[in-house]
């Protein structure tokens, strides 16, 4: 029972000699350093000096009592826990005890067996908060690069090639499973290059629908079609000077690639229904969640354009091979929702953790924030419990054992729209995934709930 290697330092507090003695002597023996005052304000002087990691003290004592006595060491340094003993105890003052933040409430004469259990779990919550505290330090000294949490070897060679990569003007391909933050990388990219002061700008392929991607490319004149009653600019007009992100290149209408390859070659291009030529100077970084050499073969992205978009490749790697950033980027998301949120909850129990770098995380870095959004919101308390993680984290093996309740009466698109919700709920709101397991295009999953008037 250690505390940063060393023996836990206890203060007691008691006008009784006797039971000062008496406890000094248990404590000793379990293993913990002791420290002895007689009254309140005594031990408001051994504070100071010893800063001890618990205190033990009796409640009804001459002058200060032990419930003021804790006020004030709770105001002092909220986390260190206190103990409070007493032969006269009624439930108001147990209360009254628990309230001002007493880690427990004992009376005299005292059940030796309990307090050990009290003090015990108080050391081991203390071991957990001083890890806490040293992991955020971690995070704040060297959390990562940039925008990015992680030190693991495979993401350090990541940030050696972002930067690599943002020294020049070459096309780059960012592959990697949705939710490992191909956007991320291709903002760092920019905001690390010579055109950080320019646009950045992201259109992805796969939520737009395919009618409209030539005119989000390349604008269009008024009375192009029906409904383009004005002039409007494309994302390489907006774009000119910055980086364009083409995120999934993959699901690009495969008749829009040959004139997307000219854009790319000549750096010139008309707008729809527009006769005049523009040209621009723009960085193009794509990025697909997709085998871009597998969609090649498919057929569904030209091998022209393939190569074109591929002078760089930049692979993200998925959570599950970054086994030693897990940790890490879970105590950032924490941080995060404290902030975000005004949670309480400070760090992780290790059975918490334990099933945190277990869990494969099929939605990545994504899915991990929601996860630690909804626990952070669900904890009271300095800790995230494994009951605040949902069941599937909890027991991946039962992630698809859920049952679906059709109820009589229920329409096909109904059945349909909680399937996909429920999908989308076992795979924290991975599109990607849930559109995997339920054999549908990941376009189809934006579309649905689109007409469902959902934003997840």
């Not at 007009?237 to 004139?259: N, R, V, Y």
């Not at 919700?421 to 990607?432: M, P, R, S, V």
């Not at 849930?434 to 295009?441: H, K, P, V």
């Amino acid at each position: 029972m250690t505390t940063s290697n060393r023996a836990p330092k206890v203060l007691v507090v008691d006008d009784e000699a006797t039971m000062r003695d008496v406890l000094e002597m248990r404590l000793q023996e379990w293993g913990f350093e002791v420290v002895l005052a007689s009254d309140a304000e005594e031990a408001e002087s051994l504070v100071k000096k010893e800063d001890p990691d618990l205190v033990l003290s009796d409640v009804v004592m001459p002058g200060t009592s032990g419930l003021e006595l804790l006020k004030s060491l709770k105001g002092s340094r909220p986390e260190r826990p206190v103990v409070l003993l007493t032969a006269h105890g009624t439930v108001e003052m147990a209360v009254d005890a628990i309230k001002e933040g007493a880690l427990d409430f004992l009376t005299k004469p005292i059940n030796y067996p309990s307090l050990r259990a009290v003090l015990d779990q108080a050391c081991r919550d203390q071991e957990f908060l001083e890890r806490s505290r040293k992991m955020a330090d971690e995070l704040e000294k060297e959390r990562g690069f940039g925008p990015f949490i992680g030190t693991s070897a495979t993401m350090r060679e990541v940030y050696q090639l972002i930067q690599d990569m943002a020294e020049s003007d070459a096309s780059v391909l960012i592959t990697g499973e949705s939710g490992t933050g191909k956007e991320l990388a291709a903002r760092t990219i920019h905001d690390l290059s010579r055109r950080q002061d320019r646009p950045f700008v992201a259109l992805n392929a796969a939520a737009i629908p395919h009618e409209l991607v030539e005119s989000e490319l390349f604008g269009h004149e008024k009375g192009a079609f029906t409904g383009a009653t004005t002039d409007r600019m494309g994302c390489f007009e907006i774009a000119d000077g910055g980086t364009l992100l083409l995120d999934e290149i993959a699901e690009m209408p495969l008749e829009l690639q040959p004139k997307l390859l000219r854009v790319l070659d000549e750096a010139r291009f008309r707008r729809v229904g527009g006769k005049k030529e523009i040209s621009v100077d723009v960085r193009t970084i794509s990025a697909t969640n997709k085998d871009a050499r597998g969609a090649v073969r498919e057929g569904i992205l030209r091998e022209d354009l393939y190569y074109r978009l591929n002078v760089f490749t930049l692979r993200l790697p998925p959570l599950r091979e970054r086994g030693e950033d897990v940790a890490l980027t879970a105590q950032h998301f924490l941080q995060v929702m404290r902030d975000k949120h005004g949670t309480p909850a400070q760090t992780f129990r290790d059975e918490t953790l334990d099933l945190i770098e277990r869990y494969r995380w099929p939605g990545n870095v994504r899915e991990m924030r929601n996860v630690i959004e909804r626990a952070a919101i669900l904890a009271k308390g300095d800790w995230i419990e494994p009951g605040h993680l949902p069941a599937y984290v909890r027991d991946p093996t039962a992630e698809r054992t859920q049952k679906l309740v059709i109820p009589s009466g229920m329409t096909a698109s109904e059945v349909e729209k909680q399937l996909i919700l429920q999908t989308l709920d076992e795979t924290g709101n991975n599109k990607a995934a849930a559109a995997r397991l339920l054999g549908l295009n990941e376009k189809t999953i934006r579309n649905k709930l689109k007409s469902y008037g959902l934003d997840r």
